[in-house]
T-cell receptor, first 116, second 116 residues
Framework: DTEVTQTPKHLVMGMTNKKSLKCEQH?????MYWYKQKAKKPPELMFV???????INESVPSRFSPECPNSSLLNLHLHALQPEDSALYLC???????????????FGEGSRLTVL | AQKVTQAQTEISVVEKEDVTLDCVYE???????LFWYKQPPSGELVFLIR??????QNEISGRYSWNFQKSTSSFNFTITASQVVDSAVYFC?????????????FGKGTSLLVTP
C-alpha cells in the first residue's frame, strides 16, 4: 500500500469549475511535489514545497494553484482549466535535498483529471 | 544539464524470458542518485532501487538485478524469468545530491509487456 494518499482518484470537471486535488503523507517527509503526467510520457515536475514553503514552480500557469497547509498535506487548486490539462496528477514526498537522506521520492497513485 | 535516455520504447517478451531494460544518463555532477521506478496500469510510480554515484556495486533483489557502470554512464535493469505481473512502464531517473537536488529527471520510459 502506498504511503502517499491522493484524492480523488478520478475527477471530471468543466472549464469553468473550481476543484481541488488533495495529497497526504505520514512519513515525516518535509518535501512534497506535484507532477503532471500525460499519456505515454514521463512525469513532469510542476511544484515543490520544502518545509511548507514553495521552492520550485516550473512556470506552471496560474490556473493551477498549490497550497501546503502543513507538513503532511498538499493541495492543488484548479480553476478555469483547459482540455489539454487533462492528465494524471501525481503527488510525491521525500526528505528535502541536502539532508542526510536516501533520496527517493514516494509517489501516490495519482488523480486522473479530465477537463471537458 | 542532466539527461536520461531509455532507448527502448516498448519491449514484448513471453513469460519466463529474461529481459534487460537499458538506461543511459548524462550529467556534469560528480555525485548523483540514479533510480528505477515501475508504473503499472494503476498509475502509481513504485520505487524499485536507488544507486548513489559513488557506489558502483551491482545489486540483486529476487528476480531483479541492476548493473551500474559509471564508465559508460549506464544503469541497466534486468528481470530474470519474467512474469505477467512485471508488465508495466519502467522509468529510469536521475537526481542531484545536494541542496539543489529536488527534481527527478526521468527518461521517457520503457513499456514492458509480458505475455503468458
Amino acid at each position: 500500500d502506498t504511503e502517499v494518499t491522493q484524492t480523488p482518484k478520478h475527477l471530471v470537471m468543466g472549464m469553468t469549475n473550481k476543484k481541488s486535488l488533495k495529497c497526504e503523507q505520514h512519513m515525516g517527509h518535509r518535501a512534497m511535489y506535484w507532477y503532471k503526467q500525460k499519456a505515454k510520457k514521463p512525469p513532469e515536475l510542476m511544484f515543490v514545497y520544502s518545509y511548507e514553503k514553495l521552492s520550485i514552480n516550473e512556470s506552471v500557469p496560474s490556473r493551477f494553484s498549490p497550497e501546503c497547509p502543513n507538513s503532511s498535506l498538499l493541495n492543488l487548486h484548479l480553476h478555469a482549466l483547459q482540455p489539454e490539462d487533462s492528465a494524471l496528477y501525481l503527488c510525491a514526498s521525500s526528505q528535502p535535498p541536502g539532508t542526510q537522506v536516501t533520496g527517493e521520492l514516494f509517489f501516490g497513485e495519482g488523480s486522473r483529471l479530465t477537463v471537458l | 544539464a542532466q539527461k536520461v535516455t531509455q532507448a527502448q520504447t516498448e519491449i514484448s517478451v513471453v513469460e519466463k524470458e529474461d529481459v534487460t531494460l537499458d538506461c543511459v544518463y548524462e550529467t556534469r555532477d560528480t555525485t548523483y542518485y540514479l533510480f528505477w521506478y515501475k508504473q503499472p496500469p494503476s498509475g502509481e510510480l513504485v520505487f524499485l532501487i536507488r544507486r548513489n554515484s559513488f557506489d558502483e556495486q551491482n545489486e540483486i533483489s529476487g528476480r531483479y538485478s541492476w548493473n551500474f557502470q559509471k564508465s559508460t554512464s549506464s544503469f541497466n535493469f534486468t528481470i530474470t524469468a519474467s512474469q505477467v505481473v512485471d508488465s508495466a512502464v519502467y522509468f529510469c531517473a536521475l537526481r542531484r545530491i545536494g541542496d539543489s537536488g529536488y527534481a527527478l529527471n526521468f527518461g521517457k520510459g520503457t513499456s514492458l509487456l509480458v505475455t503468458p
